[in-house]
């Protein structure tokens, strides 16, 4: 059988219901009354109009004060918006002349490419004392063409050593100049944010149907600024901004001073090297000619000599059948029979003329073998000559393919061509001075 459950509660009685609800509405009443009679008393201030009038133009002019405040907040901070919009246009123009398109192009880029294009004049140079360590015997010498090509490198290697500086440098400024906009940026949003809120509370009026009471609204918020930490905000980022703008309008100066400074500085370095290597050239040209004229001179001398021998040893045949001849006579007449074998003037004119015949074949002996001294010191000084010839060939040929392979430096590369033929150490141009030698070391 079901069970009606009564939930356990406190029950009043029906006297205690009308009670309450009898002191309810006397109170009411009296209440009322004691506000009606105190409100209209002669001497109440509630009654008095101008206390309302005076009341009413306080409100109006405080909420248009007020209004006015938030319009002079509303231009100032749309000031500053201005002029963060004027930095941070500048500072991207700034950061694009560093690296994109500006009035001074692309200045780290163009420092970039500066410092690359220095590694071709570094590896001729190096080229050049690498082909010019292939000289032998005398002409490997320090002269005033590998002091220019020592003197090439360090001026390459300082080049580069201030271009990669204005690198890092441009690098760093960048990365200034980044945070600079973003704290700009960051500055600019705030005030963009500020801009709507206020001209939304400008906005406001009686009738707007968005307004209503707020808890507590005059609390300060957490974080808040005062207007001067506000405005000292701004003016930081501002300032700080144009300082990394000057400052990098400078490094954007100095990259291309450095630029131009470099490129003057090696290409001054450049005409001297091949000054030094034009001068050693033609010191080398005259010292070959001059070896060349020696070495016809000498091979003349020499056939001049090896005629002298050959009419020496004629001469000293010619004498030895004189000679023997004699010997024959004298021998012969050694065999006349008794008182025959005297000694006349026969005898006498053969001893003579063999004594004769004698010293004059000594005399012949000494002179060929002085001859023949002479020919070997002519024939060894040729060889020392053509030796040296040799050398001053192949220092003229290194030389001149060191002059063709420094043509990179001023030929565009699609348009080189080598000169110098290196496996038939060849040249295409006509150089007299060098054409013997040439061929001799081909």
Not at 287 to 312: G, V
């Amino acid at each position: 059988m079901a069970t009606l459950s009564v939930k356990p509660s406190q029950r009043f009685q029906l006297q205690d219901w009308h009670t309450n609800s009898y002191l309810l509405s006397t109170n009411a009443e009296r209440q009322r009354d004691a506000h009606t009679r105190s409100a209209r008393r002669p001497g109440s201030s509630a009654m008095r109009p101008t206390t309302r009038l005076r009341a009413g133009a306080q409100t109006i002019w405080d909420e248009h004060d007020n209004r006015t405040r938030l319009a002079e907040r509303v231009d100032t901070v749309n000031r500053w918006k201005e002029m963060l919009d004027k930095c941070l246009t500048d500072l991207d123009a700034e950061i694009d002349a560093l690296t994109q398109a500006g009035s001074w192009g692309r200045m780290k880029e163009s420092a970039e490419q500066n410092l690359q294009a220095k590694n071709l004049p570094l590896d001729v140079a190096i080229q050049c004392l690498t082909l010019r360590d292939s000289r032998r015997d005398i002409d490997v010498v320090k002269d005033p063409v590998e002091e220019e090509l020592h003197k090439e490198v360090e001026v390459i290697e300082a080049t580069k050593k201030a271009l990669q500086q204005k690198i890092n440098q441009t690098f760093e400024k960048l990365c200034l100049l980044q945070e600079v906009r973003q704290q700009l940026n960051s500055d600019h949003r705030g005030k963009m944010e500020t801009l709507d809120i206020d001209r939304g509370c400008l906005s406001l009026d009686l009738k707007s149907p968005n307004i209503s009471l707020k808890i507590n609204p005059t609390r300060v918020p957490d974080g808040s600024s005062t207007l001067q930490e506000w405005d000292e905000f701004s003016r930081f980022n501002k300032n700080r901004a144009e300082t990394e703008m000057k400052e990098a309008t400078d490094l954007r100066e100095a990259i291309a001073l450095t630029i131009a400074e470099t490129n003057n500085e090696l290409e001054a370095q450049r005409v001297a090297t091949e000054f030094a290597f034009r001068k050693r050239l033609r010191e080398m040209e005259k010292m070959y000619s001059e070896l060349k004229w020696q070495e016809k001179n000498t091979l003349q001398e020499i056939a001049d000599l090896q005629e002298d021998i050959r009419h020496l040893e004629e001469d000293l045949r010619r004498k030895f059948l004189n000679l023997k001849l004699c010997h024959t006579r004298l021998e012969s007449r050694t065999y006349r029979p008794n008182v025959e074998l005297c000694r006349d003037q026969a005898q006498y004119g053969l001893t003579d003329e063999v004594h004769q015949l004698e010293a004059t074949i000594a005399a012949l002996k000494q002179k060929l073998a002085q001859a023949q001294n002479a020919l070997d010191a002519l024939y060894k000084h040729l060889a020392r000559l053509q030796a040296d010839i040799a050398c001053k060939a192949n220092s003229m040929l290194l030389d001149t393919k060191c002059m063709d392979t420094r043509r990179k430096l001023t030929v565009p590369a699609e348009k080189f061509v080598p000169e110098v033929d290196t496996f038939n150490r060849t040249t295409n141009r006509t150089l007299s001075p060098l054409k013997s030698c040439q061929l001799q070391l081909a």
